[in-house]
Nanobody, 118 residues
Framework: VQLVESGGGLVQAGGSLRLSCAAS????????MGWFRQAPGKEREFVAA????????FYVDSVKGRFTISRDNAKNTVYLQMNSLKPEDTAVYFC????????????WGQGTLVTVSS
């Protein structure tokens, strides 16, 4: 599986961005997917996940109510809608194929940079 993120950029605090992750390979529709982020000088952290069917989602507390993960299996794409962005959301965002619950990553994308200005 190859994963390619897009949609990052510079946005003011309070603004919105939608990240996309396009996957290659026939196994995407059966893969649980997640988003992670890594801020400058910090470790990579889990942000959100969605089950292969889209029926289940999970979010880290810091983004609940602001971020929404979704997927379109017909387009082999997973999305992360980010609203009410804060400067502390500034990071490189990565999508990944994960094991549900443990968030163990099986495949990483290359990342897309999100910068939120105050």
């Amino acid at each position: 599986v190859q994963l390619v993120e897009s949609g990052g950029g510079l946005v003011q605090a309070g603004g919105s961005l939608r990240l996309s992750c396009a996957a290659s390979g026939r196994t995407f529709s059966s893969a649980d997917m997640g988003w992670f982020r890594q801020a400058p000088g910090k470790e990579r952290e889990f942000v959100a996940a969605i089950s292969w069917s889209g029926a289940s989602t999970f979010y880290v507390d810091s983004v609940k109510g602001r971020f929404t993960i979704s997927r379109d299996n017909a387009k082999n794409t997973v999305y992360l809608q980010m609203n009410s962005l804060k400067p502390e959301d500034t990071a490189v965002y990565f999508c990944a194929a994960v094991n549900w619950g443990t968030w163990y990553v099986r495949f990483w994308g290359q990342g897309t940079l999100v910068t939120v200005s105050s």
